[in-house]
């Protein structure tokens, strides 16, 4: 039973390119999460995703950074445009999401991140 | 705006003694508070997690204990073993829609053989 997925693992850009994250959920979850590490900091919620819905993004900066969950394939997590302050730790996870009524909590899984370098 | 606090950066224990991890939030909103752990270059892995209308949650070596009255819960390691060293994130969360952990910034155990 695999878990959660994440590729690269480590990612170098100059500054002005363009990141992809890519993320595959654990078998059976349908819902995920991007969340962001600076150095020295906790976790910091970015963006949640379903299948082809965008549920919350509250978390993402207002510009260059864009998601997608698309009905194939892996969820992306998009940097255009990349500056130094980009540089950090992203983690992907992944749940069966709220069950409605709600009747249990559902915990999240995380995946091994990705480490973003702008150079 | 810090919701969820560690305010220990870093804590160091005797093997086979009690690791007590402290965090304290601010939102009486939530609803759930888990702990995760994390080793360097790995993703946080989930420990144990407790709902907001209990006041204590066992599963092995791990207890979490809740304070709503004083916002406050921790994590308590025992007996500790060396591999227990690792970041201790608490976490929190709302059932509003979904799950949006707002996480503490971390608490680093030693555990010395």
């Known amino acids: 039973n695999a878990g959660v997925m994440q590729n690269p693992r480590h990612l170098v850009r100059r500054r002005g390119q363009e990141a992809r994250l890519r993320c595959s959920p654990m078998k059976g979850h349908s819902h995920v999460y991007w969340y962001r590490q600076l150095p020295e900091e906790g976790l910091k919620f970015m963006v949640y995703l379903q299948k082809e819905n965008i549920i919350d993004e509250s978390g993402m900066p207002k510009e260059r950074f864009s998601a997608e969950f698309p009905k194939e394939g892996p969820s992306i997590l998009r940097i255009q445009q990349v500056v130094r302050g980009d540089s950090a730790a992203y983690f992907c996870?992944?749940?069966?999401?709220?069950?409605?009524?709600?009747?249990?909590?559902?915990?999240?899984?995380f995946g091994p991140g990705t480490r973003l370098t702008v150079l | 705006d810090q919701q969820v606090k560690q305010n220990s950066p870093s804590l160091s224990v005797q093997e086979g003694r009690i690791s007590i991890l402290n965090c304290d939030y601010t939102?009486?909103?939530?609803?759930?508070f888990l702990w995760y752990k994390k080793y360097p270059a790995e993703g946080p892995t989930f420990l144990i997690s407790i709902s907001s209308i209990k006041d204590k949650n066992e599963d092995g070596r791990f207890t979490v204990f809740l304070n709503k009255s004083a916002k406050h819960l921790s994590l308590h390691i025992v007996p500790s073993q060396p591999g227990d060293s690792a970041v201790y994130f608490c976490?929190?969360?709302?059932?509003?829609?979904?799950?949006?952990?707002?996480f503490g910034a971390g608490t680093i155990l030693r555990v010395k053989s």
């Open positions: 996870a992944s749940s069966p999401g709220v069950t409605f009524p709600y009747s249990s909590y559902n915990e999240q899984f």
């Open positions: 976490a929190a969360d709302t059932l509003e829609y979904g799950n949006k952990l707002v």
């Open positions: 939102n009486s909103m939530f609803d759930y």
